[in-house]
Protein backbone atom coordinates (compact mmCIF):
# COMPACT_ATOMS: atom_id res chain seq x y z
CA UNK A 1 0.00 0.00 0.00
CA UNK A 2 2.87 2.54 0.48
CA UNK A 3 5.85 1.20 -1.88
CA UNK A 4 6.47 3.92 -4.38
CA UNK A 5 5.89 3.06 -8.35
CA UNK A 6 8.24 4.04 -10.90
CA UNK A 7 6.43 5.87 -13.99
CA UNK A 8 6.85 7.27 -16.86
CA UNK A 9 8.61 10.51 -16.81
CA UNK A 10 6.83 13.63 -16.90
CA UNK A 11 8.84 15.04 -19.85
CA UNK A 12 7.75 12.02 -22.07
CA UNK A 13 4.16 12.64 -21.00
CA UNK A 14 4.28 16.34 -22.00
CA UNK A 15 5.75 15.55 -25.07
CA UNK A 16 3.83 12.33 -26.51
CA UNK A 17 2.74 14.02 -29.72
CA UNK A 18 6.65 14.04 -30.97
CA UNK A 19 7.17 10.54 -29.66
CA UNK A 20 7.24 7.35 -31.83
CA UNK A 21 4.14 5.35 -31.25
CA UNK A 22 5.40 2.56 -29.24
CA UNK A 23 6.48 5.04 -26.83
CA UNK A 24 2.78 6.17 -26.78
CA UNK A 25 1.15 3.08 -26.57
CA UNK A 26 3.84 1.98 -23.97
CA UNK A 27 3.33 5.18 -21.69
CA UNK A 28 -0.49 5.15 -21.46
CA UNK A 29 -0.40 1.15 -21.14
CA UNK A 30 1.94 1.78 -18.07
CA UNK A 31 -1.05 4.04 -16.70
CA UNK A 32 -3.69 2.13 -17.46
CA UNK A 33 -1.92 -0.64 -15.27
CA UNK A 34 -1.30 1.54 -12.43
CA UNK A 35 -4.36 2.87 -11.85
CA UNK A 36 -5.78 -0.80 -12.19
CA UNK A 37 -3.18 -1.86 -9.90
CA UNK A 38 -4.01 0.82 -6.91
CA UNK A 39 -7.63 -0.37 -7.39
CA UNK A 40 -6.95 -3.35 -6.47
CA UNK A 41 -4.53 -2.34 -3.63
CA UNK A 42 -6.80 -0.10 -2.10
CA UNK A 43 -9.68 -2.36 -2.03
CA UNK A 44 -7.73 -5.12 -0.19
CA UNK A 45 -6.92 -2.52 3.05
CA UNK A 46 -10.65 -1.19 2.33
CA UNK A 47 -11.77 -2.19 5.52
CA UNK A 48 -9.32 -1.24 7.78
CA UNK A 49 -9.76 1.25 11.17
CA UNK A 50 -6.21 2.01 11.77
CA UNK A 51 -5.64 5.56 11.00
CA UNK A 52 -2.08 5.21 9.25
CA UNK A 53 -3.92 2.52 6.80
CA UNK A 54 -6.60 4.91 6.64
CA UNK A 55 -4.04 8.00 5.66
CA UNK A 56 -2.28 5.84 3.36
CA UNK A 57 -5.41 5.15 1.60
CA UNK A 58 -5.52 8.73 0.94
CA UNK A 59 -2.33 9.06 -0.29
CA UNK A 60 -3.34 6.55 -2.62
CA UNK A 61 -6.64 8.19 -4.21
CA UNK A 62 -4.47 10.97 -4.83
CA UNK A 63 -1.69 8.96 -6.75
CA UNK A 64 -4.66 7.21 -8.58
CA UNK A 65 -6.77 10.63 -9.44
CA UNK A 66 -3.66 11.72 -11.21
CA UNK A 67 -2.97 9.00 -12.90
CA UNK A 68 -6.22 8.18 -13.96
CA UNK A 69 -6.45 12.06 -15.33
CA UNK A 70 -2.95 12.13 -16.98
CA UNK A 71 -4.02 9.05 -18.69
CA UNK A 72 -7.32 10.64 -19.73
CA UNK A 73 -6.04 13.51 -21.28
CA UNK A 74 -3.65 10.86 -22.96
CA UNK A 75 -6.53 9.34 -25.04
CA UNK A 76 -8.60 12.25 -25.86
CA UNK A 77 -5.56 13.70 -26.85
CA UNK A 78 -3.87 10.92 -28.91
CA UNK A 79 -5.93 8.41 -31.15
CA UNK A 80 -3.16 5.75 -30.97
CA UNK A 81 -3.52 5.76 -27.48
CA UNK A 82 -7.31 5.32 -27.19
CA UNK A 83 -7.25 2.68 -29.71
CA UNK A 84 -4.49 0.63 -27.59
CA UNK A 85 -6.57 0.78 -24.76
CA UNK A 86 -9.50 0.10 -26.16
CA UNK A 87 -7.93 -2.99 -27.60
CA UNK A 88 -6.62 -3.46 -24.12
CA UNK A 89 -9.60 -2.94 -22.51
CA UNK A 90 -11.89 -4.91 -25.13
CA UNK A 91 -13.43 -2.04 -25.65
CA UNK A 92 -14.63 -1.53 -29.42
CA UNK A 93 -14.01 2.13 -29.16
CA UNK A 94 -14.81 3.33 -33.11
CA UNK A 95 -15.22 7.07 -33.05
CA UNK A 96 -16.73 6.93 -29.63
CA UNK A 97 -14.66 9.02 -26.91
CA UNK A 98 -13.26 6.02 -24.29
CA UNK A 99 -13.75 6.72 -20.67
CA UNK A 100 -11.21 4.53 -18.95
CA UNK A 101 -12.71 4.73 -15.59
CA UNK A 102 -15.62 3.38 -16.40
CA UNK A 103 -14.01 -0.16 -17.57
CA UNK A 104 -11.89 0.36 -14.55
CA UNK A 105 -12.74 -2.20 -11.28
CA UNK A 106 -14.88 -0.12 -8.98
CA UNK A 107 -13.51 1.08 -5.40
CA UNK A 108 -14.94 -0.73 -2.81
CA UNK A 109 -17.63 1.29 -1.38
CA UNK A 110 -15.39 1.54 2.48
CA UNK A 111 -12.59 3.77 0.39
CA UNK A 112 -15.67 5.97 -0.53
CA UNK A 113 -16.32 6.06 3.14
CA UNK A 114 -12.89 6.58 4.34
CA UNK A 115 -12.50 9.43 1.66
CA UNK A 116 -15.50 11.24 2.31
CA UNK A 117 -15.08 11.43 6.19
CA UNK A 118 -11.56 13.10 5.64
CA UNK A 119 -12.99 15.66 3.12
CA UNK A 120 -12.88 18.24 5.84
CA UNK A 121 -8.76 17.94 5.95
CA UNK A 122 -6.33 19.89 3.82
CA UNK A 123 -5.22 16.39 2.89
CA UNK A 124 -7.82 15.33 1.08
CA UNK A 125 -7.45 17.23 -2.86
CA UNK A 126 -10.79 17.99 -4.60
CA UNK A 127 -9.47 16.23 -7.27
CA UNK A 128 -9.59 12.64 -4.58
CA UNK A 129 -13.36 13.99 -3.65
CA UNK A 130 -14.78 14.30 -7.26
CA UNK A 131 -13.26 10.90 -7.71
CA UNK A 132 -14.91 8.72 -4.92
CA UNK A 133 -18.29 10.45 -5.14
CA UNK A 134 -18.16 9.26 -9.09
CA UNK A 135 -17.92 6.37 -7.37
CA UNK A 136 -19.82 6.39 -5.01
CA UNK A 137 -22.89 7.38 -7.68
CA UNK A 138 -21.55 3.91 -9.63
CA UNK A 139 -21.86 1.93 -6.76
CA UNK A 140 -25.66 3.32 -6.23
CA UNK A 141 -26.51 3.02 -9.52
CA UNK A 142 -25.39 -0.21 -10.49
CA UNK A 143 -27.00 -2.21 -8.17
CA UNK A 144 -30.33 -3.25 -6.63
CA UNK A 145 -28.93 -6.10 -3.93
CA UNK A 146 -25.74 -5.24 -1.66
CA UNK A 147 -24.48 -6.93 1.18
CA UNK A 148 -25.41 -5.48 4.54
CA UNK A 149 -21.45 -4.26 5.39
CA UNK A 150 -21.57 -2.40 2.07
CA UNK A 151 -25.36 -1.09 2.83
CA UNK A 152 -24.41 -0.08 5.84
CA UNK A 153 -20.98 1.38 5.04
CA UNK A 154 -22.95 3.17 1.88
CA UNK A 155 -25.70 4.87 4.13
CA UNK A 156 -22.91 6.03 6.41
CA UNK A 157 -21.20 7.83 3.37
CA UNK A 158 -24.33 9.01 2.25
CA UNK A 159 -24.97 10.70 5.51
CA UNK A 160 -21.55 12.20 5.55
CA UNK A 161 -22.42 13.89 2.31
CA UNK A 162 -23.85 16.98 4.30
CA UNK A 163 -20.09 18.23 4.73
CA UNK A 164 -20.94 19.12 1.00
CA UNK A 165 -24.54 20.20 0.35
CA UNK A 166 -24.32 22.65 3.38
CA UNK A 167 -20.40 24.11 2.44
CA UNK A 168 -19.43 26.12 5.84
CA UNK A 169 -18.40 29.09 3.24
CA UNK A 170 -21.23 29.82 2.14
CA UNK A 171 -20.87 31.98 -1.10
CA UNK A 172 -17.27 31.32 -1.63
CA UNK A 173 -17.78 28.28 -3.98
CA UNK A 174 -15.51 28.34 -6.76
CA UNK A 175 -16.02 25.94 -9.50
CA UNK A 176 -14.42 22.53 -8.10
CA UNK A 177 -16.93 23.09 -5.09
CA UNK A 178 -19.86 23.36 -7.43
CA UNK A 179 -19.26 20.05 -8.89
CA UNK A 180 -18.21 18.24 -6.10
CA UNK A 181 -21.53 19.64 -4.77
CA UNK A 182 -23.25 18.58 -7.73
CA UNK A 183 -21.71 14.95 -7.57
CA UNK A 184 -22.76 14.73 -3.76
CA UNK A 185 -26.65 15.79 -4.69
CA UNK A 186 -26.51 13.22 -7.64
CA UNK A 187 -25.53 10.60 -5.12
CA UNK A 188 -28.24 11.19 -2.89
CA UNK A 189 -30.64 11.50 -5.94
CA UNK A 190 -29.51 7.98 -6.72
CA UNK A 191 -29.91 6.41 -3.64
CA UNK A 192 -33.54 7.49 -2.91
CA UNK A 193 -34.34 5.73 -6.30
CA UNK A 194 -32.71 2.59 -5.06
CA UNK A 195 -35.05 0.92 -2.72
CA UNK A 196 -32.45 -2.14 -2.76
CA UNK A 197 -30.13 0.47 -0.86
CA UNK A 198 -31.90 2.83 0.93
CA UNK A 199 -35.26 0.90 2.84
CA UNK A 200 -37.69 2.77 4.55
CA UNK A 201 -35.99 3.11 7.63
CA UNK A 202 -32.72 3.95 5.83
CA UNK A 203 -34.55 6.37 3.48
CA UNK A 204 -36.20 8.83 6.49
CA UNK A 205 -33.04 8.41 8.41
CA UNK A 206 -30.86 9.96 5.43
CA UNK A 207 -34.03 12.60 5.07
CA UNK A 208 -33.34 13.81 8.69
CA UNK A 209 -29.73 13.88 8.33
CA UNK A 210 -30.48 16.64 6.15
CA UNK A 211 -33.11 18.35 7.42
CA UNK A 212 -33.06 21.43 8.98
CA UNK A 213 -32.93 21.20 12.54
CA UNK A 214 -33.62 23.85 14.74
CA UNK A 215 -31.40 24.64 18.26
CA UNK A 216 -34.18 23.90 20.70
CA UNK A 217 -34.90 20.68 18.82
CA UNK A 218 -33.40 17.76 20.16
CA UNK A 219 -33.41 14.31 18.81
CA UNK A 220 -36.29 12.87 20.48
CA UNK A 221 -38.55 15.51 19.25
CA UNK A 222 -36.97 14.97 15.65
CA UNK A 223 -37.99 11.20 16.34
CA UNK A 224 -41.55 12.28 16.44
CA UNK A 225 -41.60 13.69 13.09
CA UNK A 226 -44.34 12.19 10.75
CA UNK A 227 -42.87 11.54 7.23
CA UNK A 228 -44.50 14.26 5.63
CA UNK A 229 -43.27 16.41 8.33
CA UNK A 230 -39.63 15.44 7.75
CA UNK A 231 -40.24 15.61 3.97
CA UNK A 232 -41.17 19.24 4.08
CA UNK A 233 -38.45 20.10 6.63
CA UNK A 234 -35.99 18.13 4.30
CA UNK A 235 -37.11 20.50 1.24
CA UNK A 236 -37.21 23.95 2.97
CA UNK A 237 -33.42 22.54 3.93
CA UNK A 238 -32.59 22.06 0.62
CA UNK A 239 -34.30 24.67 -0.53
CA UNK A 240 -32.48 27.48 1.55
CA UNK A 241 -29.30 25.90 0.33
CA UNK A 242 -30.20 26.50 -3.67
CA UNK A 243 -30.72 29.76 -2.72
CA UNK A 244 -27.15 30.35 -1.52
CA UNK A 245 -25.79 28.91 -4.62
CA UNK A 246 -24.77 30.96 -7.47
CA UNK A 247 -23.12 30.57 -10.58
CA UNK A 248 -21.59 33.26 -13.13
CA UNK A 249 -22.26 36.98 -11.86
CA UNK A 250 -24.98 36.93 -13.29
CA UNK A 251 -27.11 34.31 -12.79
CA UNK A 252 -27.61 31.31 -10.67
CA UNK A 253 -25.73 28.15 -11.33
CA UNK A 254 -28.25 26.35 -13.48
CA UNK A 255 -26.40 22.72 -13.69
CA UNK A 256 -26.28 22.74 -9.90
CA UNK A 257 -30.33 23.67 -9.23
CA UNK A 258 -31.00 20.76 -11.85
CA UNK A 259 -29.19 17.89 -9.27
CA UNK A 260 -31.45 19.83 -6.44
CA UNK A 261 -34.63 19.34 -8.72
CA UNK A 262 -33.98 15.81 -9.27
CA UNK A 263 -33.30 15.31 -5.78
CA UNK A 264 -36.72 16.87 -4.58
CA UNK A 265 -38.34 15.47 -7.29
CA UNK A 266 -37.04 11.72 -6.19
CA UNK A 267 -37.75 12.83 -2.55
CA UNK A 268 -41.33 13.79 -3.34
CA UNK A 269 -41.89 10.56 -4.92
CA UNK A 270 -40.89 8.09 -2.51
CA UNK A 271 -42.28 10.28 -0.16
CA UNK A 272 -45.64 10.26 -1.30
CA UNK A 273 -46.77 13.33 0.42
CA UNK A 274 -49.16 16.00 -1.44
CA UNK A 275 -48.13 19.18 0.41
CA UNK A 276 -44.42 17.87 -0.17
CA UNK A 277 -45.27 17.01 -4.10
CA UNK A 278 -46.76 20.54 -4.80
CA UNK A 279 -43.85 22.54 -2.95
CA UNK A 280 -41.83 20.39 -5.08
CA UNK A 281 -43.51 21.30 -8.42
CA UNK A 282 -43.70 24.99 -7.90
CA UNK A 283 -40.19 24.92 -7.15
CA UNK A 284 -39.60 22.60 -10.39
CA UNK A 285 -41.39 25.27 -11.96
CA UNK A 286 -39.52 28.45 -11.17
CA UNK A 287 -36.14 26.35 -12.65
CA UNK A 288 -38.40 25.31 -15.68
CA UNK A 289 -39.12 29.07 -16.58
CA UNK A 290 -35.40 29.94 -15.73
CA UNK A 291 -33.94 27.18 -18.12
CA UNK A 292 -36.54 28.17 -20.94
CA UNK A 293 -35.17 31.63 -20.99
CA UNK A 294 -31.23 30.53 -21.27
CA UNK A 295 -32.18 27.94 -23.95
CA UNK A 296 -32.58 30.80 -26.19
CA UNK A 297 -29.05 31.17 -26.10
CA UNK A 298 -27.69 28.06 -24.86
CA UNK A 299 -28.76 24.95 -26.55
CA UNK A 300 -26.57 23.05 -23.78
CA UNK A 301 -29.99 23.46 -21.80
CA UNK A 302 -32.50 22.00 -23.91
CA UNK A 303 -32.22 18.83 -22.19
CA UNK A 304 -32.66 20.41 -18.81
CA UNK A 305 -35.82 21.61 -20.04
CA UNK A 306 -37.19 18.57 -21.31
CA UNK A 307 -36.23 16.73 -18.17
CA UNK A 308 -37.76 19.54 -16.13
CA UNK A 309 -40.89 19.27 -18.14
CA UNK A 310 -41.14 15.59 -17.65
CA UNK A 311 -40.36 16.23 -13.98
CA UNK A 312 -43.20 18.24 -13.60
CA UNK A 313 -45.89 15.96 -15.22
CA UNK A 314 -44.57 13.01 -12.91
CA UNK A 315 -45.18 15.20 -9.96
CA UNK A 316 -49.46 15.83 -10.56
CA UNK A 317 -52.35 13.34 -10.70
CA UNK A 318 -53.47 15.49 -13.41
CA UNK A 319 -51.31 15.07 -16.54
CA UNK A 320 -52.94 17.05 -18.82
CA UNK A 321 -53.76 20.08 -16.60
CA UNK A 322 -50.24 20.54 -16.63
CA UNK A 323 -49.78 19.65 -20.50
CA UNK A 324 -51.84 22.69 -20.71
CA UNK A 325 -50.44 25.07 -18.68
CA UNK A 326 -46.71 24.25 -19.75
CA UNK A 327 -48.07 24.37 -23.24
CA UNK A 328 -49.10 28.21 -22.44
CA UNK A 329 -45.73 29.36 -22.12
CA UNK A 330 -44.46 31.20 -25.30
CA UNK A 331 -40.81 29.06 -26.39
CA UNK A 332 -39.45 28.22 -29.48
CA UNK A 333 -37.80 25.27 -27.41
CA UNK A 334 -38.76 21.94 -29.88
CA UNK A 335 -37.14 19.53 -26.88
CA UNK A 336 -39.62 21.04 -24.51
CA UNK A 337 -42.92 20.76 -27.17
CA UNK A 338 -41.44 17.31 -27.61
CA UNK A 339 -41.56 16.37 -24.46
CA UNK A 340 -45.15 17.69 -23.84
CA UNK A 341 -46.44 16.11 -27.29
CA UNK A 342 -45.16 12.84 -25.86
CA UNK A 343 -46.96 13.16 -22.42
CA UNK A 344 -50.18 14.02 -24.88
CA UNK A 345 -49.57 11.29 -26.81
CA UNK A 346 -49.60 9.05 -24.04
CA UNK A 347 -52.48 10.55 -21.94
CA UNK A 348 -54.79 9.88 -25.35
CA UNK A 349 -53.42 6.00 -25.32
CA UNK A 350 -54.13 5.63 -21.69
CA UNK A 351 -57.15 7.66 -20.77
CA UNK A 352 -59.67 7.33 -24.26
CA UNK A 353 -61.84 9.11 -22.11
CA UNK A 354 -59.82 12.48 -22.47
CA UNK A 355 -60.23 12.43 -26.19
CA UNK A 356 -62.97 15.61 -26.78
CA UNK A 357 -60.31 17.43 -24.57
CA UNK A 358 -57.29 16.10 -26.15
CA UNK A 359 -59.45 16.90 -29.53
CA UNK A 360 -60.08 21.31 -28.56
CA UNK A 361 -56.25 21.11 -27.39
CA UNK A 362 -54.46 20.05 -30.59
CA UNK A 363 -56.69 22.05 -32.11
CA UNK A 364 -55.93 25.35 -29.95
CA UNK A 365 -51.86 24.66 -30.54
CA UNK A 366 -52.04 23.27 -34.10
CA UNK A 367 -49.27 25.49 -35.18
CA UNK A 368 -47.59 23.39 -32.53
CA UNK A 369 -48.36 20.21 -33.54
CA UNK A 370 -47.76 20.28 -37.22
CA UNK A 371 -44.32 21.98 -36.54
Avoid at 7 to 31: E, I, R, Y
Avoid at 80 to 102: N, P, Y
Wanted: aromatic share 6%; proline share 3%.
Amino acid sequence: LGCPLWMPADSVLGSLSNQAVPVQVTAATSLLIAAMWIRCIVNTFSTSTLANIQGAICERIENLYTIEQTLQDLIDREPVCKDAMGEFLGVRVQTKSLKVRDFLRPLDVSVTGVIISNAHNASVSTGETQLVLHELNLFCSDRSRFLPRERKTAISALASLRVFVFNPNEGAMDESDRVCLRLALHCLYVAIGNEGLLHEKDYYGLLLNFATKKYNEGDEEIAKWEPAELGMKFFLSLVSRMECVEGDDESPDLATHMEFARLLCAAALRTGSAGLTSEVACRIDKILDRALEESENHRRTSNFVAELASMRMKLSSDELGVICIMLKRPTENTAFVKVLLDGLERVAANCPSNIDQLRALFNAHSEIVDR
